[in-house]
Protein backbone atom coordinates (compact mmCIF):
# COMPACT_ATOMS: atom_id res chain seq x y z
CA UNK A 1 0.00 0.00 0.00
CA UNK A 2 1.30 3.65 -0.69
CA UNK A 3 4.87 1.49 -1.94
CA UNK A 4 5.32 4.47 -4.54
CA UNK A 5 4.33 7.24 -2.33
CA UNK A 6 7.05 6.11 0.90
CA UNK A 7 9.59 5.34 -1.44
CA UNK A 8 9.80 9.24 -2.14
CA UNK A 9 9.12 10.16 1.57
CA UNK A 10 12.01 12.97 2.78
CA UNK A 11 12.55 14.01 -0.99
CA UNK A 12 9.21 16.01 -1.12
CA UNK A 13 7.91 19.17 0.98
CA UNK A 14 6.85 17.59 4.67
CA UNK A 15 2.96 19.31 3.76
CA UNK A 16 2.96 16.61 0.77
CA UNK A 17 4.31 13.86 2.18
CA UNK A 18 1.40 14.01 5.00
CA UNK A 19 -1.09 14.44 2.80
CA UNK A 20 0.28 11.31 0.42
CA UNK A 21 1.58 8.95 2.86
CA UNK A 22 0.24 5.78 4.03
CA UNK A 23 -2.89 6.17 1.48
CA UNK A 24 -3.20 4.30 -1.90
CA UNK A 25 -7.16 4.79 -3.03
CA UNK A 26 -6.54 2.11 -6.02
CA UNK A 27 -6.61 -0.49 -3.62
CA UNK A 28 -9.34 0.67 -2.26
CA UNK A 29 -11.92 1.04 -4.95
CA UNK A 30 -10.74 4.80 -5.89
CA UNK A 31 -12.01 5.98 -2.26
CA UNK A 32 -9.46 8.74 -1.05
CA UNK A 33 -8.83 7.62 2.61
CA UNK A 34 -7.57 3.61 3.81
CA UNK A 35 -10.98 2.88 5.71
CA UNK A 36 -11.60 1.30 9.34
CA UNK A 37 -10.77 -2.55 8.52
CA UNK A 38 -12.87 -4.04 11.50
CA UNK A 39 -11.61 -7.57 11.99
CA UNK A 40 -9.39 -10.21 14.09
CA UNK A 41 -9.60 -13.57 12.34
CA UNK A 42 -7.77 -13.73 8.92
CA UNK A 43 -8.60 -16.47 6.35
CA UNK A 44 -6.29 -18.66 4.69
CA UNK A 45 -7.29 -20.02 1.20
CA UNK A 46 -5.48 -23.14 1.23
CA UNK A 47 -3.35 -25.41 3.75
CA UNK A 48 0.07 -24.18 2.44
CA UNK A 49 -0.90 -20.54 2.55
CA UNK A 50 -1.81 -21.16 6.81
CA UNK A 51 1.95 -22.91 6.52
CA UNK A 52 3.76 -20.48 5.18
CA UNK A 53 1.67 -17.43 6.52
CA UNK A 54 3.20 -15.28 3.51
CA UNK A 55 0.20 -13.14 2.23
CA UNK A 56 -0.07 -9.63 3.53
CA UNK A 57 -2.68 -10.28 6.33
CA UNK A 58 -2.14 -13.19 8.96
CA UNK A 59 -4.28 -11.81 12.70
CA UNK A 60 -6.01 -8.78 12.95
CA UNK A 61 -3.54 -7.82 16.65
CA UNK A 62 -0.48 -8.32 13.72
CA UNK A 63 -2.04 -5.52 11.48
CA UNK A 64 -4.87 -4.65 9.51
CA UNK A 65 -4.90 -2.81 6.27
CA UNK A 66 -5.44 0.56 8.46
CA UNK A 67 -2.68 0.07 11.09
CA UNK A 68 -0.18 -1.09 8.31
CA UNK A 69 -1.09 2.39 6.70
CA UNK A 70 -0.40 4.21 9.73
CA UNK A 71 2.67 1.99 10.40
CA UNK A 72 3.90 2.72 6.97
CA UNK A 73 3.08 6.70 6.98
CA UNK A 74 5.24 7.11 10.00
CA UNK A 75 8.02 4.74 8.98
CA UNK A 76 8.73 7.06 6.20
CA UNK A 77 8.15 10.44 7.99
CA UNK A 78 10.32 9.45 10.48
CA UNK A 79 12.93 8.21 8.34
CA UNK A 80 12.93 4.65 9.70
CA UNK A 81 12.47 0.48 8.47
CA UNK A 82 9.93 -0.58 10.96
CA UNK A 83 7.23 0.67 13.50
CA UNK A 84 5.60 -0.66 15.99
CA UNK A 85 2.10 0.99 17.11
CA UNK A 86 0.61 1.44 21.00
CA UNK A 87 -2.50 2.38 22.61
CA UNK A 88 -0.97 5.24 24.03
CA UNK A 89 2.46 7.22 24.09
CA UNK A 90 3.13 6.20 27.55
CA UNK A 91 2.74 2.50 26.00
CA UNK A 92 5.25 3.22 23.20
CA UNK A 93 7.86 4.10 25.35
CA UNK A 94 7.60 1.23 27.78
CA UNK A 95 7.25 -1.59 25.13
CA UNK A 96 10.49 0.29 23.72
CA UNK A 97 12.18 0.09 26.75
CA UNK A 98 11.43 -3.56 27.43
CA UNK A 99 12.82 -4.35 24.10
CA UNK A 100 15.90 -3.60 24.60
CA UNK A 101 16.82 -4.38 28.52
CA UNK A 102 17.70 -7.50 30.65
CA UNK A 103 17.92 -8.24 34.46
CA UNK A 104 21.48 -6.67 35.27
CA UNK A 105 21.68 -3.39 33.00
CA UNK A 106 21.08 0.08 34.00
CA UNK A 107 19.70 2.55 31.49
CA UNK A 108 20.67 6.38 31.43
CA UNK A 109 17.03 8.47 31.61
CA UNK A 110 17.25 12.55 31.22
CA UNK A 111 15.80 13.45 34.71
CA UNK A 112 13.32 16.01 32.44
CA UNK A 113 11.21 13.26 31.19
CA UNK A 114 7.58 12.75 31.21
CA UNK A 115 7.10 11.86 34.83
CA UNK A 116 5.22 8.42 33.88
CA UNK A 117 8.11 7.64 32.05
CA UNK A 118 10.38 7.97 34.85
CA UNK A 119 7.47 6.14 37.25
CA UNK A 120 7.81 3.08 35.00
CA UNK A 121 11.63 3.05 35.53
CA UNK A 122 11.24 2.93 39.39
CA UNK A 123 8.68 0.65 39.65
CA UNK A 124 8.05 -2.02 37.00
CA UNK A 125 11.77 -1.75 35.42
CA UNK A 126 13.12 -1.75 38.60
CA UNK A 127 11.17 -5.11 39.64
CA UNK A 128 13.15 -6.43 36.80
CA UNK A 129 16.11 -5.90 37.69
CA UNK A 130 17.10 -3.09 35.53
CA UNK A 131 18.29 0.68 37.55
CA UNK A 132 17.84 3.82 35.90
CA UNK A 133 20.08 6.31 36.70
CA UNK A 134 18.90 10.12 36.00
CA UNK A 135 21.23 12.75 33.95
CA UNK A 136 21.27 16.61 33.37
CA UNK A 137 19.32 16.93 29.98
CA UNK A 138 22.41 19.58 29.36
CA UNK A 139 25.18 16.77 29.74
CA UNK A 140 25.80 16.28 26.00
CA UNK A 141 28.67 14.54 25.03
CA UNK A 142 29.48 14.32 28.55
CA UNK A 143 27.16 11.19 28.95
CA UNK A 144 30.73 9.29 28.23
CA UNK A 145 31.61 9.80 32.12
CA UNK A 146 28.51 7.99 33.31
CA UNK A 147 28.37 4.72 31.14
CA UNK A 148 29.34 1.52 32.32
CA UNK A 149 29.94 -1.90 31.50
CA UNK A 150 26.19 -2.61 32.46
CA UNK A 151 24.68 0.28 30.96
CA UNK A 152 22.06 -0.74 28.03
CA UNK A 153 20.61 2.58 26.23
CA UNK A 154 20.24 6.00 26.56
CA UNK A 155 16.61 8.15 26.91
CA UNK A 156 17.01 11.60 25.38
CA UNK A 157 13.33 13.58 25.25
CA UNK A 158 14.20 16.77 23.89
CA UNK A 159 13.09 19.83 24.55
CA UNK A 160 12.28 18.48 28.11
CA UNK A 161 8.60 18.00 29.73
CA UNK A 162 6.97 21.02 31.41
CA UNK A 163 10.76 23.06 31.34
CA UNK A 164 11.50 22.89 27.89
CA UNK A 165 15.59 22.15 28.31
CA UNK A 166 17.05 21.53 24.83
CA UNK A 167 19.32 18.35 24.94
CA UNK A 168 22.43 17.80 22.48
CA UNK A 169 21.43 14.48 20.79
CA UNK A 170 24.12 14.06 18.32
CA UNK A 171 27.12 14.37 20.98
CA UNK A 172 24.55 12.20 23.32
CA UNK A 173 24.42 9.70 20.22
CA UNK A 174 27.36 10.04 19.25
CA UNK A 175 29.25 9.55 22.89
CA UNK A 176 26.06 6.66 23.29
CA UNK A 177 27.66 4.59 20.27
CA UNK A 178 30.98 4.35 21.16
CA UNK A 179 29.82 2.20 23.97
CA UNK A 180 27.38 0.22 21.66
CA UNK A 181 24.54 1.56 23.65
CA UNK A 182 21.50 1.79 21.85
CA UNK A 183 19.35 5.73 21.92
CA UNK A 184 16.11 6.64 21.80
CA UNK A 185 14.38 9.66 21.85
CA UNK A 186 10.90 10.69 23.02
CA UNK A 187 10.28 13.31 19.94
CA UNK A 188 6.46 13.90 20.94
CA UNK A 189 6.80 18.13 21.14
CA UNK A 190 8.10 18.22 18.02
CA UNK A 191 6.96 15.73 15.92
CA UNK A 192 8.33 13.88 12.70
CA UNK A 193 7.80 17.32 10.89
CA UNK A 194 9.72 19.67 12.88
CA UNK A 195 13.04 16.99 14.15
CA UNK A 196 14.11 13.61 13.30
CA UNK A 197 15.98 12.06 15.54
CA UNK A 198 16.63 9.40 13.76
CA UNK A 199 19.06 11.21 11.26
CA UNK A 200 20.54 12.96 14.68
CA UNK A 201 21.74 9.80 15.83
CA UNK A 202 18.69 8.10 17.19
CA UNK A 203 18.58 4.46 16.77
CA UNK A 204 14.67 4.58 18.12
CA UNK A 205 12.36 7.53 17.79
CA UNK A 206 8.49 7.54 19.81
CA UNK A 207 5.70 9.84 19.35
CA UNK A 208 2.59 10.15 21.64
CA UNK A 209 0.61 10.51 18.51
CA UNK A 210 -2.36 11.67 21.19
CA UNK A 211 -1.10 14.81 20.94
CA UNK A 212 -0.18 16.85 17.58
CA UNK A 213 -0.94 13.48 14.96
CA UNK A 214 -4.36 12.85 16.23
CA UNK A 215 -4.72 16.26 17.35
CA UNK A 216 -7.98 16.77 18.00
CA UNK A 217 -8.19 15.21 21.85
CA UNK A 218 -9.86 12.47 20.88
CA UNK A 219 -8.28 9.15 20.93
CA UNK A 220 -4.82 7.97 23.26
CA UNK A 221 -2.32 6.28 20.78
CA UNK A 222 1.52 5.91 20.16
CA UNK A 223 4.25 4.99 17.92
CA UNK A 224 7.75 3.51 18.51
CA UNK A 225 9.47 3.73 15.12
CA UNK A 226 13.13 1.96 14.74
CA UNK A 227 16.00 1.90 12.23
CA UNK A 228 17.19 -1.21 10.48
CA UNK A 229 19.39 -2.13 13.53
CA UNK A 230 16.43 -2.20 15.72
CA UNK A 231 13.59 -3.13 14.18
CA UNK A 232 13.97 -7.22 14.78
CA UNK A 233 14.48 -6.38 18.53
CA UNK A 234 11.12 -4.07 18.36
CA UNK A 235 8.98 -6.27 16.45
CA UNK A 236 10.13 -9.05 18.68
CA UNK A 237 8.99 -6.78 21.59
CA UNK A 238 5.88 -6.43 19.61
CA UNK A 239 4.98 -9.93 19.31
CA UNK A 240 5.94 -11.33 22.75
CA UNK A 241 3.82 -8.20 24.35
CA UNK A 242 0.64 -8.60 22.17
CA UNK A 243 1.18 -4.82 21.20
CA UNK A 244 -1.95 -3.72 19.06
CA UNK A 245 -3.97 -1.11 18.59
CA UNK A 246 -7.68 -0.66 16.87
CA UNK A 247 -8.25 0.67 13.46
CA UNK A 248 -10.73 3.16 14.99
CA UNK A 249 -7.53 4.90 17.03
CA UNK A 250 -5.23 4.38 13.89
CA UNK A 251 -7.89 5.75 11.45
CA UNK A 252 -7.81 8.57 13.91
CA UNK A 253 -4.60 9.10 13.29
CA UNK A 254 -4.09 8.64 9.69
CA UNK A 255 -6.72 12.02 9.15
CA UNK A 256 -4.84 14.10 11.79
CA UNK A 257 -1.88 13.84 10.25
CA UNK A 258 -3.49 14.67 6.52
CA UNK A 259 -3.35 18.23 8.34
CA UNK A 260 -0.40 17.85 10.78
CA UNK A 261 1.88 20.29 8.88
CA UNK A 262 -0.93 23.10 8.39
CA UNK A 263 -2.04 22.79 12.05
CA UNK A 264 1.76 22.89 13.55
CA UNK A 265 3.03 25.71 10.97
CA UNK A 266 0.25 27.62 12.65
CA UNK A 267 0.69 26.44 16.35
CA UNK A 268 4.17 27.25 15.92
CA UNK A 269 3.99 31.03 15.23
CA UNK A 270 0.64 31.45 17.47
CA UNK A 271 3.40 29.91 20.23
CA UNK A 272 6.00 32.19 19.13
CA UNK A 273 3.52 34.94 19.63
CA UNK A 274 2.09 33.95 22.86
CA UNK A 275 5.59 33.38 23.88
CA UNK A 276 6.97 36.97 23.13
CA UNK A 277 3.95 38.50 24.45
CA UNK A 278 4.01 36.79 28.15
CA UNK A 279 7.69 37.55 28.05
CA UNK A 280 6.87 41.03 27.89
CA UNK A 281 4.07 41.22 30.68
CA UNK A 282 5.04 42.39 34.01
CA UNK A 283 3.74 39.27 35.77
CA UNK A 284 6.35 36.99 34.28
CA UNK A 285 9.20 36.17 35.56
CA UNK A 286 10.58 34.25 32.37
CA UNK A 287 9.57 32.17 29.43
CA UNK A 288 10.57 28.87 28.13
CA UNK A 289 10.48 28.32 24.47
CA UNK A 290 13.64 27.24 22.35
CA UNK A 291 12.24 29.09 19.64
CA UNK A 292 13.05 32.75 21.08
CA UNK A 293 16.59 33.99 20.92
CA UNK A 294 16.98 34.51 24.62
CA UNK A 295 16.10 30.76 25.21
CA UNK A 296 19.09 29.00 26.80
CA UNK A 297 18.42 25.78 23.87
CA UNK A 298 17.88 28.22 21.18
CA UNK A 299 21.06 27.15 19.40
CA UNK A 300 20.75 23.56 19.64
CA UNK A 301 16.95 23.98 18.32
CA UNK A 302 18.29 26.27 15.48
CA UNK A 303 20.43 23.79 14.52
CA UNK A 304 18.40 20.38 15.00
CA UNK A 305 14.93 21.50 14.70
CA UNK A 306 13.03 22.91 11.35
CA UNK A 307 10.01 24.29 13.92
CA UNK A 308 8.62 24.30 17.36
CA UNK A 309 5.17 23.09 18.39
CA UNK A 310 2.62 25.27 20.41
CA UNK A 311 3.99 24.13 23.67
CA UNK A 312 6.13 26.03 26.44
CA UNK A 313 6.47 27.15 29.66
CA UNK A 314 6.91 30.29 31.62
CA UNK A 315 7.05 31.32 35.21
CA UNK A 316 5.58 34.02 37.17
CA UNK A 317 6.68 36.26 39.44
CA UNK A 318 6.05 35.22 43.29
CA UNK A 319 2.89 34.93 43.40
CA UNK A 320 0.42 33.63 46.44
CA UNK A 321 -1.52 30.11 45.74
CA UNK A 322 -4.51 32.37 45.96
CA UNK A 323 -3.62 34.72 42.99
CA UNK A 324 -2.52 31.84 40.81
CA UNK A 325 -6.10 30.18 41.12
CA UNK A 326 -7.75 33.86 40.32
CA UNK A 327 -5.79 33.65 37.54
CA UNK A 328 -6.56 29.98 36.73
CA UNK A 329 -9.98 29.48 37.81
CA UNK A 330 -11.63 32.68 35.45
CA UNK A 331 -10.26 31.06 32.00
CA UNK A 332 -12.94 30.81 29.52
CA UNK A 333 -10.82 30.34 26.13
CA UNK A 334 -8.07 27.84 28.53
CA UNK A 335 -9.31 24.47 29.55
CA UNK A 336 -6.95 22.96 32.29
CA UNK A 337 -6.14 19.51 31.66
CA UNK A 338 -3.55 17.01 31.09
CA UNK A 339 -2.27 16.11 27.79
CA UNK A 340 -2.10 18.78 24.41
CA UNK A 341 -1.48 19.15 21.19
CA UNK A 342 -5.67 19.54 19.50
CA UNK A 343 -7.31 22.31 18.40
CA UNK A 344 -7.72 23.85 21.97
CA UNK A 345 -5.98 25.78 24.08
CA UNK A 346 -4.60 24.36 27.74
CA UNK A 347 -2.41 25.65 30.91
CA UNK A 348 -2.02 23.90 33.61
CA UNK A 349 0.56 24.46 36.81
CA UNK A 350 3.61 22.38 37.52
CA UNK A 351 6.06 21.67 39.85
CA UNK A 352 9.28 19.17 39.17
CA UNK A 353 10.37 19.79 42.70
CA UNK A 354 9.09 16.28 44.47
CA UNK A 355 10.26 13.70 41.47
CA UNK A 356 13.37 15.24 39.79
CA UNK A 357 16.80 13.73 41.33
CA UNK A 358 19.57 14.85 39.22
CA UNK A 359 18.75 17.96 38.42
CA UNK A 360 17.29 20.84 41.60
CA UNK A 361 14.55 23.10 39.96
CA UNK A 362 15.01 26.52 40.97
CA UNK A 363 11.80 28.74 39.95
CA UNK A 364 10.99 32.66 40.51
CA UNK A 365 7.11 31.85 41.59
CA UNK A 366 4.40 29.44 40.16
CA UNK A 367 5.48 27.35 36.49
CA UNK A 368 2.65 27.07 33.99
CA UNK A 369 2.57 24.79 31.22
CA UNK A 370 0.12 26.49 28.04
CA UNK A 371 -0.50 25.05 24.42
CA UNK A 372 -1.57 27.81 22.29
CA UNK A 373 -4.28 26.01 20.18
CA UNK A 374 -5.54 26.85 16.73
CA UNK A 375 -8.16 29.75 18.15
CA UNK A 376 -7.68 33.48 17.34
CA UNK A 377 -4.63 34.50 19.06
CA UNK A 378 -5.91 38.06 20.17
CA UNK A 379 -8.77 36.05 21.97
CA UNK A 380 -6.44 34.03 23.81
CA UNK A 381 -4.36 37.09 24.57
CA UNK A 382 -7.24 38.95 26.51
CA UNK A 383 -8.01 36.02 28.03
CA UNK A 384 -5.14 35.66 29.63
CA UNK A 385 -4.78 39.60 30.03
CA UNK A 386 -8.23 39.13 32.22
CA UNK A 387 -6.45 36.95 33.71
CA UNK A 388 -3.50 38.92 34.98
CA UNK A 389 -6.07 41.47 36.13
CA UNK A 390 -7.62 39.07 39.06
CA UNK A 391 -3.89 37.48 39.76
CA UNK A 392 -3.22 41.48 40.33
CA UNK A 393 -6.30 42.40 42.22
CA UNK A 394 -5.63 38.86 44.22
CA UNK A 395 -1.83 39.75 45.54
C1 LIG B 1 1.79 12.73 26.60
C2 LIG B 1 3.17 12.21 26.46
C3 LIG B 1 3.42 10.84 26.50
C4 LIG B 1 2.34 9.82 26.76
O1 LIG B 1 1.30 9.81 25.84
P1 LIG B 1 -0.11 9.19 26.30
O2 LIG B 1 -0.83 8.88 25.04
O3 LIG B 1 -0.76 10.23 27.15
O4 LIG B 1 0.18 7.95 27.09
C5 LIG B 1 4.71 10.42 26.33
N1 LIG B 1 5.72 11.29 26.16
C6 LIG B 1 5.51 12.61 26.13
C7 LIG B 1 6.66 13.54 25.93
C8 LIG B 1 4.23 13.12 26.29
O5 LIG B 1 4.02 14.43 26.28
Not at 111 to 138: E, I
Not at 380 to 395: I, Q, S, T
Request: aromatic share 8%; with cysteine.
Amino acid sequence: MGKKNDAQAGSRQPATDVVHLGRDPASQYGFVNTPVYRGSTVLFPTVEALKSRTQAYTYGRRATPTTRALEEALTALSGGTFTMLAPSGLCAVTAALLAFVRAGDEILMVDTVYQPTRAFCDSMLKRLGVTTRYYDPLIGGGIRDLIQSNTRLVFVESPGSQTFEMQDLPAIAEAAHARDLVVIADNTWATPLFCKPLALGADVTIEAATKYIVGHADANLGAVTGNASCAAALNQAKEDLGLSIGSEEAYLALRGLRTLDVRLRHHMQAGLDMARWLAQRPEVARVMHPGLETDRGHKLWKRDYAGASGLFGFILKPSSQKALAAFLDGLELFGMGYSWGGYESLIIPFDPRSYRTATAWKAEGPALRIHVGLDGLEDLKADLARGFDRLNAAL
